[in-house]
């Protein structure tokens, strides 16, 4: 049996090679199987049943979605979540990529600098959660004081109902920013040197290097980091569930802390089920949106 | 090229001292610009630090006094003496190592046979279990742990967590095989080794940065998860952070107390992300891997 580098990649040996391997990736793909995928489909099941825990699951086909298209509190817990991600996606882009473009010169102590730039995002979010709760207080926190310091006056932030949710866009950028900057980082380090030096030469200036040459270059590198973040936004639950429950009233009561509620406060196991088949699709649904866009950006 | 090059040097030398004062203009702005973009992050920790190491009293006060005077470390004795929070830590040890260590057993393997038969399709099902939200892996958990009568045991939160740490390890390794040269397995299996010894003694050892990072960062992420413990865990099986949240911000409203055990939550991960700082913007920067 001859093992040149051609044999790794004639068909029959292929097959062979997969069947070798079998034993390497069961293991996983059980476990994959019980905790991830057996989950989805017992999700999509209990859908479609009045089940409450305690009692016994009747089953009633699509009653809880018709439920919830005609709930006001859920539809406007979906608007929420549009409005909270719509902010904690675009917010984190731009700051994302400035901290980038300033992390990916060479200067002293980069390495320590952008190490505590990204501690934010490996931070136990219930910590940060807890300290930005005091930080907000609307008395002795913090952030009115560093307020008055610059002469605006002071904020309700998470106690007013229409300040709620920008102020928990601020700790979800504080907190997620870094990993924009790591993945558009990842980006500009794989850019060619080439088109700056021929453009340097024909006198462009900063400016126009970073508008007609970066950008365009890192574009797939930024819609990569707009999926994961939007993703990320939609199901964002600990800070929010933490800082306010919801509150005040239900002012930031996003999809993910209604479902929560129906879950585990009201043990309506049958409703939460179809609130979370929904929150699949619409997460699904914005991913797919966001790369379709990027294979028709590719080709113009 | 002498000609050319004494009047470049006289035209450079005579508006030199302009450009030294534009060139360091330029830098102060650049150094500026960095202070500028870590100072929320450095801000807030220094924040947590200082409301950890300052009595009630200046903890309360408006304005606010930012440098502990003189710095007290009775929020952190409270904390321990009042509370379980040694058996909280131990909890979270348990969990969070128990989920990594089986996700390792399992992953690292995974990721190898994915790398070498290309079965790339396996990685999509992961970014899809990513794009899950983890409260829908919870209720149907939840009522299978009710039947098998598991709800409250640490038992129930090592499975739930293998949810996160499953995925990145098997993301990362596959990665990571990927990048490994192929020639050492190829002598080996000339040798006559199998697929399993050339597995064990050429592929495994090479891998070990790849193992480190994809160690560290589901360990992180499972550290870090809230939910599924806020949800499955009873009284004596609480995680650190569902017994931050839930203990004490029940029993004790004071602010320093608070910050001490938010600190006491996030100093381990504070301190691994900063000493492999490198390692985790390399591993995050391919798979762009977030728990939970």
């Known amino acids: ?300 | 090229m002498d000609v050319t090059a004494t009047p470049a040097v006289q035209l450079r030398a005579q508006p030199s001292s302009r450009l030294w004062i534009r060139d360091w203009l330029k830098r102060l702005g650049f150094w500026f610009s960095v202070a500028v973009i870590i100072s929320p992050a450095v801000f807030v920790f220094l924040w947590m630090l200082s409301l950890s190491l300052k009595n009630e009293i200046d903890n309360l006060a408006y304005p606010p006094v930012f440098i502990p005077n003189p710095p007290t470390f009775a929020n952190f004795l409270q904390v321990f003496e009042q509370n379980s929070i040694g058996r909280y830590l131990w909890n979270s040890i348990v969990v969070s190592g128990g989920a990594t260590l089986i996700a390792l057993l399992i992953g690292v393997p995974a990721g190898y046979g994915i790398a070498r038969t290309g079965a790339h399709r396996l990685t999509v099902l992961i970014l899809i279990a990513r794009m899950t939200p983890a409260l829908s892996y919870l209720i149907p958990l939840y009522a299978v742990f009710q039947l098998l009568r598991l709800n409250n045991t640490l038992t129930a939160l090592v499975i739930t967590h293998l949810v996160i740490t499953v995925p990145i390890i098997v993301y990362i390794m596959a990665g990571y095989f990927e990048t490994l040269p192929r020639e050492l397995e190829e002598a080996a299996e000339i040798d006559g080794a199998g697929v399993w010894t050339t597995f064990r003694y050429v592929a495994l050892p090479l891998a070990r940065p790849g193992i480190v990072v994809g160690v560290i960062l589901a360990f992180i992420f499972s550290w870090n998860n809230f939910v599924f413990g806020a949800v499955l865990s009873g009284r004596e099986t609480r995680t650190l952070p569902v017994a931050v949240y839930n203990v004490l911000t029940f029993e004790q409203l004071a602010w320093g107390p608070l910050a001490a055990a938010a600190i006491i939550v996030t100093l381990p991960v504070l301190l691994l992300t900063i000493i492999i700082q490198k390692e985790i913007v390399v591993g995050l920067t391919h798979g762009g891997v977030k728990g939970g």
């Open chain 1, 1 to 300: 049996m001859s093992c040149n580098a051609a044999s790794w990649s004639r068909p029959g040996v292929v097959a062979l090679r997969r069947r070798r391997y079998f034993y390497f990736i069961l293991p996983a793909l059980l476990v994959v199987f019980a905790v991830i995928i057996f989950p989805w489909f017992f999700t999509v099941w209990m859908s479609a049943f009045d089940w409450k825990i305690g009692s016994t699951p009747q089953f009633i086909g699509w009653d809880n979605y018709k439920g919830l298209l005609t709930n006001q509190r859920f539809l406007e817990s979906v608007a929420r979540t549009f409005y909270f991600t719509a902010l904690a996606v675009i917010v984190p882009l731009i700051i994302g990529t400035i901290a980038a473009l300033i992390f990916h010169r060479q200067f002293p102590f980069r390495g320590i600098l952008r190490g505590v730039f990204i501690m934010p995002m490996m931070a136990t979010p219930v910590a940060v959660a807890l300290v930005w709760t005091m930080m907000f207080h609307p008395q002795q926190g913090v952030l009115n004081y560093l307020l008055s310091l610059v002469g605006i006056p002071k904020s309700l932030w998470v106690y007013s109902p229409q300040l709620v949710i920008p102020s928990l866009v601020l700790v979800e950028v504080w907190h997620w920013t870094p990993l924009v900057m790591l993945i558009v980082l990842g980006g500009l380090a794989s850019l060619p040197t080439e088109p700056y030096e021929s453009a340097k030469l024909d006198g462009a200036s900063e400016w126009q290097l970073f508008r007609y040459i970066t950008l365009p270059l890192v574009a797939p590198f930024l819609l990569v980091a707009a999926v994961i973040r939007t993703i990320d936004a939609l199901k964002t639950f600990d800070t929010i569930y933490v800082i306010t429950s919801g509150g005040p009233g239900t002012a930031s009561e996003t999809i993910n802390l209604y479902l929560y509620l129906q879950a585990f406060a009201f043990y309506n196991i049958g409703n939460a089920s179809a609130v979370v088949v929904i929150f699949f699709i619409i997460v699904l649904a914005l991913a797919l949106v966001l790369l379709h866009v990027r294979e028709k950006t590719k080709w113009t």
